[in-house]
């Protein structure tokens, strides 16, 4: 038990360094062949920041662990909201960019209803709703792409590395993420048959929190700083990326059953927005109370978890 144990955190590891070494090659090259920054950061980086949750779905979809792959999607965006910005904003008052607060945070909270909708009608994630789901990403990185124009011009920065050292870091980063992902989905699968826990359980809450680590140290980190201007943003990106990215991209490999207990958690990944929403329509901002108020729904969800 101990060995899966390490096992699973040494997957963790990899995962996230992988997936910066992948995205620093993949950006390097882009650079190089002359692909504007702006570009760059909306596609490869923002890409790469849901690799590690992209790479787990996809391996625990092919070994046939469904539990893993719609829980750690979910138990992600349900950790990022109310408790990533939870702790955020209760070390810091957190603001909130006018788009995120009228347009991203209702889009996040509509697709994941739209997956409820799916679960519901279909019992399963499949081709058809992986090709909506792609469509729907598309459509979302073009209208990223004009706040982008619109907010800010795009800056040019000359890649320092060269184009063996970036080809290096992208076959080392997706060996790392590959071999990491089949370490998180093995060790988990071990552990949930180890103490009689559900993939679901598991899914939604270790290999959630394990996926969840780059969003968190940076956003912690940020708030010490005093620098969150856009960690809301960053944050509701990360959510509406793994929805349509992970689950779309997923889905066009192999069909994902949706048991019907994700439909709860499900709903509660819609709560979370709802909150985020009224926390934030008012001042905004996410204050400090709004913050308690998601680490205390977060403790009553895990309670559920438990007894369920």
């Known amino acids: 038990m101990i060995l899966q144990i390490l096992l699973l955190c040494v997957g963790f590891v990899l995962l996230v360094k992988g997936a910066d070494f992948f995205v620093d090659g993949a ?8 692909i504007p920054q702006l570009i760059v950061g909306l596609t490869i980086v923002a890409m790469g920041t849901s690799l590690p949750e992209a790479a787990v779905s996809i391996t625990s979809a092919l070994k046939g662990s469904a539990g893993i792959t719609i829980g750690n999607v979910v138990g992600s965006n349900i950790m990022n909201v109310l408790v990533i910005l939870g702790i955020t904003a209760v070390i810091t008052n957190v603001a909130i960019q006018k788009s ?4 991203e945070i209702p889009f996040m909270i509509g697709i994941t209803a739209l997956m409820i909708v799916f679960g519901i009608t279909r019992r399963a994630v499949s081709f058809p709703e992986g090709v909506i789901f792609w469509i729907l990403f598309i459509a ?10 619109k907010n800010k011009a795009a800056e040019e920065d000359e890649c320092q590395m060269s184009y063996l050292k970036c080809i290096i ?3 080392a980063g997706g060996i790392m993420v590959v071999w990491g992902s089949d370490l998180v989905v093995d060790a988990a699968s071990e552990i949930a048959r180890a103490f009689g826990m559900s993939e679901r359980f598991i899914g939604l809450t270790i290999v959630a ?4 680590l780059p ?10 700083s005093g620098n969150v201007g856009i960690a809301i943003g960053n944050i509701v990106g990360s959510n509406i990326f793994n929805i349509l990215f992970v689950i779309g991209t997923t889905a066009l490999i192999c069909n994902v059953p949706f048991e019907s207990k994700f439909l709860i958690d499900s709903a509660v990944a819609v709560a979370a927005g709802v909150i985020l ?3 934030t329509i ?3 901002e996410l204050r400090r109370p709004c913050g308690g108020v998601m680490l205390v729904a977060y403790v009553g969800y895990f309670v559920y978890l438990c007894m369920n």
């Open 100 to 103: 995120t607060l009228y347009c």
């Open 209 to 212: 929190f394990g996926t969840s």
């Open 277 to 279: 929403w009224l926390g």
């Open 140 to 149: 979302f990185l073009a209208y990223l792409f004009v706040m982008s124009k």
């Open 27 to 34: 950006a390097g090259i882009a650079g190089k062949l002359g």
């Open 169 to 171: 870091f992208i076959i």
């Open 282 to 284: 008012r001042h905004k």
């Open 215 to 224: 969003e968190l140290v940076t956003s912690v980190t940020a708030a010490k």
